[in-house]
């Protein structure tokens, strides 16, 4: 069943329930105000007459034995006038019997000819009045009053629900706009949904529905940047380690060595690149990066140059900050590695490291190289991912790992020509609080 029937269908049996209760309760409290304002009007009729028959003589009707007065009336209304013996001096119907007498003081119920009265006795200096009315022409204005009352009450009942339709289907037709949005586009689409306008209610759904498609979608184009890159960058490293591994096995084994040599190369290149290419996909996709001790950044750089195949030609300034970057150790440890490891394949010299703390908690760490002069065009190059300097053999994903580290932690990396040649690549990354790491592992 669809919200919307199953919104009408409640509403609607909620409202009908409480229109009948209330119709209930406004029949029983009408009733009982008719019966109690038809009594009022016996009693008054009562005293009416009581008042009449005070103003005539005393000889008009306490001559003993004298002739019964009657005067025509409704057949709907009945009224007596007797004395206390039960003689009857005045009466409405000649051919009246005596039925409305022996009830007593106040109000009953009497059967006269086979149909039910409501009478009304009372006594007025020793004469006993009493009024009546046919029970059935009560309950035919009983009827009457009910219907005119039930009418317009019919008429609201049906408007109210007519209304409450109209309402809940253009309350919801927003959902019905989503709905149809929804069924009609390609399972495959990952493009948001725009219906319109939409309610308040449904606006947050409508904005993670689409943060879903878009985050699925980044995340599509993450794994068909990952198996392209993986699948480009992969061929060429397997393909020379098939064809030295065939070299090997085809030569003598003087020869053999070096095949197998070239063969071990290209599977540490393969190795490294696989290396990077998973770090990419982590960054890329927001994964937790396991969280490390605070490592400071004296230790952290003699760290990663120690770890460095040519770490004689890394040039570490005497001081540095005492501060550690607020990132993961591994993370900086990368960033900083790439830095470095790119400036040593393009320079035969040194490499300078320095190093300096900002005023806004952030520190800057440069790394100077007087490797092959660059043009700017180049340079605007080197952050891309799988560009290389055609004299490099690198793979061209170093500096786009530091670049997004620095990205993901709020840093920023910034790489520049040298007036006397070479590269500077300077990373900025924000520190620990100085209380942070006074602990700290050294190297």
């Known amino acids: ?4 029937r199953r919104l009408l269908l409640i509403l609607g049996l909620s409202f009908s329930l409480l229109w009948l209760l209330a119709a209930f309760w406004l029949q029983r409290g009408l009733e009982h105000r008719l019966q109690d ?14 008042g009449l028959v005070m103003q ?9 034995g004298g002739a019964t007065l009657s005067v025509p009336a409704d057949i709907g209304v009945a009224c007596q006038v007797r004395d206390s013996s039960g003689g009857i001096f005045l009466q409405t119907h000649s051919a009246l019997p005596d039925l409305l007498a022996g009830g007593g003081i106040g109000f009953h119920n009497r059967e006269i000819e086979g149909e039910p009265w409501r009478v009304y006795t009372r006594e007025f200096n020793g004469l006993f009045i009493s009024t009546a009315d046919r029970l059935t022409e009560r309950h035919a204005l009983q009827r009457e009053i009910l219907l005119a009352a039930a009418l317009p009450f019919v008429i609201a009942l049906l408007g109210s629900l007519s209304a409450l339709w109209l309402g809940v289907r ?4 927003p959902l019905a706009r989503l709905y149809s949005a929804l069924s009609q586009r390609d399972p495959a689409s990952t493009e948001a949904v725009d219906i319109g306008p939409v309610p308040d209610e449904l606006a947050p759904v409508l904005a993670t529905l689409n943060r879903l498609l878009h985050d699925t979608g980044d995340l599509l184009q993450r794994e ?3 198996t392209s890159d993986a699948a480009h960058e992969l061929r060429t490293p397997l393909t020379a380690i098939k064809t030295h591994l065939q070299v090997a096995r085809r030569t003598d084994p003087a020869h053999a ?11 540490a290149r393969l190795q490294r690149t696989l290396e990077q290419l998973l770090t990419l996909a982590r960054l890329d996709s927001h994964e937790d990066w396991p969280a490390g001790a605070p490592l400071k950044l004296e230790p952290l750089l003699r760290q990663v140059r120690d770890e460095l195949p040519e770490r004689q030609r890394v040039q570490l300034p005497d001081t540095l900050p005492d501060r550690a970057p607020h990132l993961p150790a591994e993370l900086a440890a990368i960033a900083i590695r790439n830095l470095i490891d790119n400036a040593l394949r393009h320079t035969t010299g040194a490499v300078t490291v320095q190093a300096t703390l900002r005023q806004d908690d952030d520190l800057l760490i440069e790394i100077c190289d007087e490797g092959t002069a660059l043009d700017e065009t180049q340079v605007s190059q080197l952050t891309r ?9 690198g793979s061209g994903l170093g500096l786009a790992i530091t670049d997004a580290i620095a990205r993901r932690t709020g840093g920023s990396l910034a790489l520049s020509r040298r007036p006397s040649g070479g590269l500077r690549a300077t990373l900025r990354l924000p520190a620990y609080p100085a209380s942070v790491g006074k602990n700290d592992r050294s190297t």
């Open 56 to 64: 005539l003589p005393p000889d008009a009707w306490q001559v003993p």
């Open 224 to 226: 068909q940047r990952f």
């Open 257 to 267: 060595d070096a095949s197998l040599a070239q063969a071990e190369a290209a599977v």
């Open 170 to 173: 253009r309350g919801l037709r």
């Open 37 to 50: 304002t038809l009594d009022q009007r016996l009693a008054a009729s009562a005293r009416m007459v009581g």
């Open 1 to 4: 069943m669809s919200l919307q």
């Open 385 to 393: 991912r799988f560009w290389r300097h055609p004299s490099s053999s």
